[in-house]
């Protein structure tokens, strides 16, 4: 019999069979009943209909008894005489324990059977809802998932239709003043030595300060405007066509994606609405081993939002452009004065940028060879910590190896032993530790070495950069021609 706590499929996986031969076959004393009526009528079999006989096995009981004798046909079994025994030798009755043992082992197994089967019920309806509360939460995170994904969808559907409605009000604004642009006429006469030197040595800057400052582009503007008006007006014609072509081609992506968005947000939400009793469900065999993706959520977001960034990047581009041709359709000689002083303002600006810059390097670099030393300091600490703790593990390793050397059974794992062994990777860990911190001091170091080194060089390059702007730059354009020469009075 199963105990009440063993596994349920060992129980009704592999049912115990109903043993067939426990007692002696009724049917070989069949003899001994000869013209005798049964008190209690027998059953015909021993089979349970009623239970599975994948699990079950009838036992092979049939009794043979002899036929009813005529003269006690239709009476009952109260007023029938008693029966004489014709038996006249001996044979083998059951003990009273054959028939307790019977019994007993008909209601173990009776009860061994309903205990499987009760397993059987009870577990097979706890899969029953686990199966029901597992499909309906699949369900329900695959209906939040596509809630979620028809948010995203329509989150970067607006952005695509905020961002398309400003690009096409940024290709209209620049498409009018490309038409401005080319109605326009304007000739100026101006001095370029003074703006061309400035560039020329500004080139001669080193490093880092070869940027594309201020400056620089002040310097350019001033040479722009000294130029010819019509030679500059097409240089920014040329200019605002090949930013009107990007514009477009920036266009056709946003609103090529806005398409596929709509059309993939139609679907989305469709699905985001089926339900197990909405009509059109049906099975698609094979369906989820179809896989026609192309992208994932990180490459689809990245997509659309490399489309907008495009985008923003050629409306930026076309705002600034549309600023240049404005500011040059205004240009007069009159002009030529304001962007000179302009451009001294930038230079004060820059220079003073510059001795500021300057200043706070040779602040760092001071800082930093102070650091230098303290961190040279640090590492020789280090390495004599190190150098320390040779001894104390020479010590506990030469314990263990001493101790390695006790007879017989004085070879104890004892509390000596123990600490001994913690003592050596104490002091082994404490070695590595400080090992490693030598080498993060030693990179450190390095590291501030290659950081003194690269301000020295920043130091160098400011100080050619600021001798190039304070001194060459400035002192050339103290000699600029007067607004009278400039308008041709002169």
């Known amino acids: 019999m199963e105990l009440v706590g063993s596994p349920l499929t060992a ?11 426990f007692l002696p076959a009724i049917s070989t004393m069949a003899s001994s009943y000869k013209n005798r009526f049964p008190y209690y009528p027998l059953p015909q079999s021993f089979s349970l209909p009623w239970m599975p ?16 004798s005529k003269s006690s046909q239709g009476l009952t079994p109260s007023k029938m005489l008693p029966f004489v025994s014709n038996r006249t030798n001996l044979f083998t009755w059951y003990t009273p324990d054959d028939w307790y043992r019977s019994n007993l082992t008909n209601y173990k197994e009776s009860e061994a059977s309903r205990h499987n089967a009760e397993h059987l019920r009870v577990d097979t309806s706890r899969m029953i809802q686990d199966k029901y509360q597992q499909t309906k939460k699949t369900q329900l995170e695959s209906t ?32 009018d003043m490309k038409k401005r642009l080319e109605r326009a006429l304007a000739e100026t006469e101006a001095p370029l030595q003074v703006a061309q030197e400035c ?13 594309h400052d ?34 477009r081609v920036a266009q056709h992506e946003l609103e090529r994606d806005l398409v596929n968005k709509q059309a993939a947000h139609r679907i989305d939400d469709k699905c985001h609405h089926l339900r197990n009793t909405s009509d059109g469900i049906s099975y698609y065999r094979g369906v989820e081993r179809v896989d026609a993706t192309i992208s994932v959520p990180e490459s689809w977001a990245r997509f659309t939002d490399d489309n907008i960034l495009c985008s923003q990047s050629e409306r930026v581009a076309s705002a600034k452009l549309r600023d240049n041709i404005e500011n040059l359709l205004v240009v007069t000689a009159n002009e030529m004065w304001r962007q000179f002083n302009e451009v001294n303002v930038a230079f004060t600006n820059r220079i003073a940028e510059t001795a500021d ?12 060879l102070q650091e230098i030393f303290q961190i040279e300091m640090n590492i020789e600490a280090i390495r004599k910590a190190i150098r320390d703790k040779g001894p104390p593990l ?5 314990r263990l190896d001493e101790r390695t050397r006790r007879p017989n059974m004085e070879l104890c794992r004892d ?31 390095q590291m501030l070495v290659r950081a003194k080194s690269v301000l020295e060089h920043d130091l160098a390059v400011k100080a050619n950069s600021l001798f190039i702007d304070q001194e060459k730059c400035m002192g050339m354009r103290k000699t600029f021609p007067s607004t009278v020469r400039l308008v041709g009075y002169v």
Not at 199 to 211: A, C, T
Not at 423 to 443: F, G, K, T, Y
């Open 394 to 398: 020479k010590v506990a390793q030469t």
């Open 415 to 445: 509390t000596a032993q123990l600490r001994l062994v913690n003592e050596v990777h104490e002091i082994d860990e404490m070695i590595q530790s400080l090992q490693q911190r030598l080498r993060d001091a030693e990179d450190t170091l």
């Open 214 to 247: 201020n400056v620089e582009k002040q310097l350019f503007t001033e040479v722009d405007v000294i130029r010819s008006c019509q030679e500059r007006m097409q240089q920014y014609l040329d200019k605002a066509k090949a930013q009107l072509a990007s514009n």
């Open 11 to 21: 129980t009704y996986a592999h049912p115990r069979s109903t043993p067939t031969k």
């Open 199 to 211: 560039l020329l040595h500004r080139e001669k800057r080193m490093g880092i300060d070869l940027v």
């Open 144 to 175: 939040k998932n596509l809630g979620e994904r028809v948010n995203d969808i329509e989150f970067w559907r607006s952005e695509l239709c905020r961002e398309l409605d400003e690009m096409m009000g940024e290709t209209n604004a620049l498409t």
């Open 53 to 68: 006989s994948a699990y079950y096995k009838a036992a092979a009981m049939n009794p043979t008894l002899a036929p009813f």
């Open 357 to 368: 810059a300057k200043s706070k390097i040779q602040t760092h670099l001071a800082k930093t």
